[in-house]
């Protein structure tokens, strides 16, 4: 990070020395680079946060359809949330990837209160927990998975689940959606599953991250970076919803309050 910083500062300047002694050539490749490391820098450090509304809807959402087969028997979803919404309110999801209809129609659908669901080829499964999830606070939450294994994260700590672990395989060919949950791929809302609040920096990892790894990520905080051997792993990255998620409704992208450096 120091030398990211030591970078900057030194192309800036020669930037301004060059403007000094009035070198256009230089100036205009000097730019040019500048441009360039931001543009890189944005990249590899996203600093926006997706908001979606206080007032409930069913039509503010963030949908895509991400290429699901490396996490058929294995994965992990991790994400910063913010919720704004009463904490004796059990229907928030903020991650909903389905292939089917009414009640298997989830197969993948993690909430901010009371519980989860994984649907494989084999059963739906629900998996419930205790822990209330306060509002209008940051909690880092990650939920990983092998057949045959599940476990949830709540700041690092973990989370008790009752019920069957699940075990199969995830259908793929899906749609993911945040901030609602499908009862069918990519709609059938209900007005009663909604999430409201902010939402930063959710990865989806081709394996079940160990308690260390959960732990680093929630301990080296919120404005932090994913460590190399976790970046290694990533299968839908924040950069990916950003770019490649459409955003429904009044759902917006807005600034973080994290530094860009």
Known sequence: MANLFLF????VTLLAAVTAQNCPRMKKELTKKMKNYEERCSADNPSKLLRFPEELSTGNYVILRPDMSSVRQEFSVCTWLKKQLEEKRRGVPWFSYATGTGKHANNILLKAAAHHHITTQVALFSLDYGRTI???????????????????YVNGEWMHLSGTHPTGDIPQGGTLVLGQEQDSPGGAFDENDIFAGDMYQLNMFKKKLTMEEVAEMYYNGRCADLSA?????????????????????DVTEEKNECSSW
């Open 8 to 11: 900057t500062a030194t192309l």
């Open 134 to 152: 306060a509002r209008d606070e940051w909690h880092h939450l990650c939920f990983t998975w092998r057949s045959g294994r599940a476990d949830f």
């Open 229 to 249: 051997a976790c970046k290694e792993e990533v299968v839908l990255s924040w950069d990916d919803i950003l770019t490649k998620g459409e955003k429904k409704g």
